[in-house]
Structure formats: C-alpha cells, structure tokens
C-alpha cells in the first residue's frame, strides 16, 4: 500500500489488492482489501464476486468506504462522490451516491457498479471483502471476449452480430 503515498493518480482506474496471494498472512483469516483509485469521471466495469468465494465455500459480500476525493490542487475542497449500486435477483438496481465517510455493501454474488460522479478530482475508496481470496469476474469480458457465438450474442442482446462485433472490438486487447 506504500505506492499510493505521494503518488499521482492514476489514467484510468486501479486497484492495489491485499489478498491472500499478496499476503500471505491473511491465511485463514477470511478477509481482505482493495483500494480503489478513481480518476476523475471513471468506473470500475459491473462485476461479482463469485469465484473464490463460492470455491472456498465461505460468503463474500464486499464493503465499500469511500476514503476522500483528492483534490488538484491543495487549494480545493475535499467533496468527491461516488455512485455505486447493484442489481438484484429479481433485476432491481439498487443505487446509492457515497459521501466521503460513507459505506456501502454488495451481496454475495450480485453485479455491482462504481463510478465517480466528480469531473474534476479522483476519488478513493477501499473496500473489505468477507475471504483472504476473493476474486472478480468481469462481466464485459466474460461475456464478450470468452468465444461465445456472435450470433448468440446478438439473439441474447437483442441486437444484430455487426453490433456485437464492435463491442468485441472496442474491448480487445490493446497491442
């Protein structure tokens, strides 16, 4: 967690973890951390968290606090806001914009949003999950980029195999 002292904010969003795998203490202690760098107008893409949870049989609902939003300049006001939400099983989209100081929850398995709402500043967050391992499935790459069938796709989308193509496009590696 040291690279974050002192450092600019990153181009895009970024996430420094404290798992199992980078922590080897955490063994056994179900837990573990995120801290989540939002640039300015920036999303972390829908995601659950099933993988790890569901394979070590434990529950692994996430807990966000919104840490600060950092400001340009020292002259700025620390104000930032972050909107975040989930959909539930039956498709409800349950949405709350965070505060500095606030916390919000994700349950066990449903796709989950954040976004920062502020044009201007950065935000950070961190986040406690309920598993020295969890993990993430990235729903547009899961989706788009695993070999699935266009044509399955544009059936699924309700659209045709042209648009699946671009979004297969815009979300290919970038060389």
Known sequence: MRSLVGTDP???FK???ASMAEFPALN???VSYAVLEFPASRCHQPTPHLYSCVRASLSCPRLVYLVESLPLTNTQNLNGTLEVGFVDTTNKLY???LQIGDLF???KGL???QYNVDTQNPALA???FGSATAGTVSVPTSVFTTGIDDNILAQSFKT???TIQKIKAGLAPKP
């Open 10 to 12: 990153p181009p895009a």
């Open 15 to 17: 996430v420094l973890k």
């Open 28 to 30: 056994g202690q179900s």
């Open 95 to 97: 949405t709350q914009t």
């Open 105 to 107: 929850v994700f349950p």
């Open 111 to 113: 796709v989950h949003f």
């Open 126 to 128: 961190v986040s406690a």
């Open 160 to 162: 045709d195999v042209a």
